[in-house]
């Protein structure tokens, strides 16, 4: 079972260039969601989509942009990138009820020069 | 608002030593909680979960136990093992998918 799939898994990029993270889940989930994760600011939510056709900006979605064509498939695109964009991105998943559990992917480190 | 505190680490304990990892939640209503683990390199992963007050998670020999009244939800392990290091997020969610709100992270390192 390969839950969470990311691509790239590492990146360098200059400064204005257009950069998509791909992000594939094979558990059929409604919900998935991308965050960054930067060195003592824990996790924030970038964008998000409750289903297939719909998605919504969470807490630092600036510079950010997403598209959920299918169940399985969430990319993120940077249409410009900035070096403030530098940080780790994890994808993640989960069925959209109350308690279900968050499936992670292994990330992808993005570093704009 | 809605919100998740957990203590600030850098936390440093020996082998076999006991555990605590302080989180409180401010919430509307009542949301599911849950702690996650991150080794390093890697995502993060459930550790363990309590979707109603008084409920115990409890996984690889943690616990924690969903406390309404002091809206707490304390990490705790009795004898921690090198391979315990790692940074654990408490989490919470309520009744829109989108609301998912993590704790800031509390490092651990674990000294043989």
């Known amino acids: 079972i390969a839950g969470i799939t990311q691509a790239p898994t590492s990146q360098i990029l200059a400064a204005g260039r257009r950069m998509t993270l791909r992000c594939t889940q094979d558990?059929?989930?409604?919900?998935m969601y991308w965050y960054r994760q930067d060195l003592g600011l824990g996790l924030r939510l970038i964008h998000y989509?409750?289903?297939?056709?719909?998605?919504g900006k969470g807490e630092v979605p600036d510079g950010y942009s997403v598209s959920r064509a299918n169940t399985d498939d969430f990319p993120l695109t940077l249409a410009s990138a900035v070096p403030s964009q530098t940080s780790v991105y994890f994808c993640?998943?989960?069925?959209?009820?109350?308690?279900?559990?968050?499936?992670f992917g292994e990330g992808s480190r993005l570093t704009v020069l | 608002g809605n919100s998740v505190t957990q203590m600030e680490g850098p936390v440093t304990l020996s082998e076999e030593a006991f555990l605590t990892i302080n989180c409180t939640y401010t919430?509307?209503?009542?949301?599911?909680l849950f702690w996650y683990v991150q080794y390093p390199g890697e995502g993060l992963q459930l550790l363990l979960k309590?979707?109603?007050?008084?409920d115990k998670g409890s996984n690889k020999g943690f616990e924690a136990t969903y406390r309404k009244e002091t809206t707490s939800f304390h990490l705790e392990k009795g004898s921690v093992q090198v391979s315990d290091s790692a940074v654990y997020f408490c989490?919470?969610?309520?009744?829109?998918?989108?609301?998912?709100?993590f704790g800031s992270g509390t490092r651990l390192s674990i000294r043989p």
């Open positions: 989509s409750n289903t297939a056709g719909t998605t």
């Open positions: 989490a919470l969610t309520y009744s829109s998918a989108s609301k998912i709100i």
């Open positions: 309590a979707t109603k007050a008084d």
């Open positions: 993640a998943s989960r069925t959209g009820t109350n308690t279900g559990e968050l499936f």
């Open positions: 558990m059929r989930h409604n919900a």
């Open positions: 919430a509307t209503g009542y949301p599911s």
